[in-house]
């Protein structure tokens, strides 16, 4: 029975007075009472218990083999809620009537399904269905498809999934083509932890996430193995997964070998929750696996990176959101914090309390911003908050922007204020913080792009102390996905490059003579202050990445080349003071990168050189901003902190220096983490008006 306290927290204790008269002598639990407010947890879905696996695999117990077993440990919570109180007639499976021996079950306070509101069997539950079969049969008939090289859309938990044998590497080709997704690396599902570590070099820390209830994948260095080429191609990570369904773990008994098993959609879309609309959307598969137990609410899969002794939340989803978490000040009236344009999130807050929404994709995309409001409207719903005011982006073109316009009274917070903020507030921090936040682009208050930051901040404002230096985006938003139109940018255009054109070219040869003169006449060029681009800017330099297919690609190309080469030492690099803030000046490091490329160092080398500049100038940054203010507690956040390289080496060196760290763990360090910051600053200004 231990496994059925393993997800349960006591949120607080309430003891009401009784009269002796009121007492029963038996343990009852009372009918639900329907409160609204941000306080009210929605349950999280939970990775299936040690008990149910037992029994699923099993042959003389009752729910053998059954896809749909659960208990109050384990099974499909937020997934399948229409509203609160968390009772069976208000989720969707209120439409299977329970079983005489589930009843039972139910009502017995002895029994670990008491009270389990998905309680079912294979009598009264959920059923398989596959190509015109049923039940078991549908399941095996479902393997056999992916034995033999098929790719099969799965009903999981919320939503679908492409399933397909990670070993075969025109199964893995085929599911890249199916979404549109050429380079980024598929998460890989294995049966067991001891089979993850011999694919990937595991923590103690990674183990037991692994094996949490909320089963996240979990991005973690590769060991040589088995698996197809096309599942990492070439990047530092592999993420992994176990089993956290019964039908997932029925899958990998039947087919004895790693899976991918990877949202069903197409790249950027929002994962499908309808069976119907797999064909309707153009996925190619070999066949649907689907059941009757409707998916109300989408959850794609949460994905955590180790960092070792530690871990970032990459995205917050099953099993994790959405989830309430406590304000550092208490909002006055109901809010809404609608977040950034990707990796978009929302948060719902109601005096203390605040709600992180699940990831739900970028908003450039008409689905995704489709999904983004029906889920806010479920959730707003659900908690029965009607907001009063909503905070947003400064940036006026994010979709996001424009929905907060539907709001009369708005709070514009600014993109890195709300990512440090996000941090601080994580970690309950009062008072006044140096923030750190390194991104690709956020819009500043000054009208142009910031993304390499240092601000001197608390919840109701901030001071910027310090940046990287800026550079031209040659063609604006294209410049992201052609690293080397950065690098151009840096080199011939950028802060403090005087008359210095580089020998020779660097990327996008064809193009490069185009670029120069769009660069000297500054023709759809803006300027961004950007570590992000930074990192993009290098990685094209030095041959590692001409085309980026997807956002972080450049830089995570250039982490996998550096991990080989721990303790470089740093690149050339120099601060300056300019217009009363401290500047660091990229085009010096990447005048020196070529020079060392140009000797025949190490690729390698000179990319683990540039991660030690930038960790470097970080701390001499924060030391600077430390004489100036007395302030020592430091706050990472910002998409490129995700990099393990860099994360690791900063918060290093700021406690070498006697500086307090902290960084987003349990809040993404990227936008999907800006919703929360926002929601504290809003907060916080609207305490203090």
Known sequence: MEATWRAASIGEVVVSPQPPAAASGEFTVPASVAVGGAGRDIPLDLATCADCLRELFDPANRRYRYPFINCTACGPRATIIEALPYDRMRTSMRGFDMCACCAAEYRAPADRRFHAEPIACAACGPRLRFMGVAGDAALRAAAEVISGGGVVAVEGLGGFQLVCDAINEDAVARVRQIKCRETKPLAVMVRDVITAGALAKLTPNDRALLGSPAAPILLVPPRLGVLAAGVCDGLADIGLLLPYTPLHHLLLDELRRPLIVTSANFADSPMLIESGLICEAGL??????????????????????????????????????????????????????????????????????????????????????????????????????????????????????????????????????????????????????LGVAYDGLGFGDDGTFWGGELLLASYTGYRRLGRFSRAPMPGGAAAVHRPGRMALGYLVGGEGTGKFVPVGPVADLHEEEIIRRVIARGVNCPVASSAGRLFDAAAALLGLCDVSTFEGEAAMRLEQAATAFAGAEPLAWRLERRDGLWVYDGVRTLRDLLAAKADGEPVGRIAAAFHATVAAVTVLLCEHAATETGVGTVCLSGGVFQNRLLANDVLARLEAAGFEPFIGERFPVDDGGISFGQAAIAAARLSYA
């Open 284 to 433: 190619e598969v070999d066949g649907v696996l689907s059941h009757d137990r409707a998916i109300v609410n989408r959850y794609d899969d949460s994905v955590v990176r180790s960092l070792g002794s530690r871990s970032l939340l990459v995205r917050g989803a099953r099993g994790i959101a959405p989830a309430s978490h406590r304000l550092p000040i208490a909002a006055p009236a109901p809010l809404l914090a609608v977040g950034a344009q990707l990796k978009s999130t929302f948060t719902l807050a109601d005096g203390e309390h605040a709600v992180l929404g699940p990831h739900l994709g970028d908003l450039e995309d008409a689905e995704t911003l489709a999904a983004y409001e029906d889920a806010l409207d479920r959730l707003r719903a659900i908690h029965g908050i009607d907001p009063v005011h909503v905070a947003h982006d400064l940036h006026p073109g994010y979709l996001s922007t424009r929905l907060a316009q539907r709001w009369p009274s708005r709070i514009a917070v600014q993109h890195h204020h709300a990512h440090v903020a996000a941090v601080a507030a994580e970690h309950g921090l009062q008072g006044r913080f």
